[in-house]
């Protein structure tokens, strides 16, 4: 297992696809806080400007799946849907012995980490980077960095089920632009249900998936129970979302 992880960290710090979603994430983040900072954007009414985080607005892009899709899609289809093209990398794998279950976390595993570091861990530091150079380093104190911290705990677990369910479609699809095709259609029906829907039983299912809890972990006052609720609703989607991508990638038939 430790070999297969190793293997899939070497192949992601190879993968050209990463590098380029790095340097475009953290050059867009860079300049996006610049401009919110030097005020030349007026973004207002976010959770950041609630929490008296202001400067930190340019966070909120981030935040949103119908933006974060891209990046996480775009790293799903060129490094986990390629491997099921001509390389067969995958079979490669399956045929050396390696017990599919071990492969398959290994791949999630790998590709999580990759992904959170450039969907969440680049703009983060990049804005801590940023407010601390223009002379804003006091905005976090010891209250702003607790919100911080539970804000983008939270927003982590509920991250991780999107990188599950990306990973199972890349794995279904075997195609890079399927995966960023159906996982974009995925965003934008669950946008909508967000926004047009009104009838109580979607709303109800709706409100206990983990794409709604992208935005209520970041509201400034969230109750013991809001914040139970929303660790309840990450680990158990994590957990069965993982389970049938596991199920899926044993029951495949890989050329």
Excluded at 34 to 40: G, Q, R
Aim: aromatic content about 14%; hydrophobic content about 55%.
């Amino acid at each position: 297992m430790s070999n297969l992880i190793r293997a899939e960290l070497y192949k992601l710090q190879r993968n050209k696809t990463f590098w380029v979603l790095f340097g475009t994430v953290a050059g867009l983040s860079g300049l996006l806080h610049f401009l919110v900072i030097i005020d030349w954007w007026q973004l207002t009414g976010t959770e950041f400007d609630q929490a008296g985080l202001s400067e930190l607005n340019a966070l909120s892009p981030f935040t949103i799946p119908l933006f974060f899709n891209l990046i996480v899609s775009s790293l799903a289809g060129f490094y986990i849907s390629t491997e099921f093209s001509q390389s067969s990398v995958i079979k490669n794998q399956v045929i050396s012995g390696n017990k599919r279950s071990h492969i398959y976390i290994a791949k999630y595993l790998v590709f999580s980490l990759g992904a959170s570091l450039v969907t969440i861990v680049i703009p983060l530091l990049t804005a801590i980077i940023m407010v601390s150079l223009f002379g804003y380093g006091e905005i976090l104190n010891a209250s702003n960095l607790m919100y911080l911290g539970r804000a983008f705990s939270l927003f982590a677990l509920q991250f991780l089920c999107f990188t599950a369910i990306v990973l199972l479609i890349a794995i279904v699809t075997e195609d890079s632009g399927k995966t960023i095709i159906f996982t974009l259609l995925l965003s934008i029906i669950m946008f909508a249900i967000e926004k047009l829907f009104t009838f109580p039983i979607v709303r109800m299912v709706y409100e206990n998936t983990f794409f709604f809890e992208f935005t209520e972990v970041f509201k400034v006052m969230m109750t013991n129970d809001a914040i139970i609720k929303a660790i309840l609703i990450g680990s158990v989607s994590l957990i069965v979302i993982s389970l049938c991508g596991m199920f899926v990638f044993n029951r495949k038939e890989i050329k």
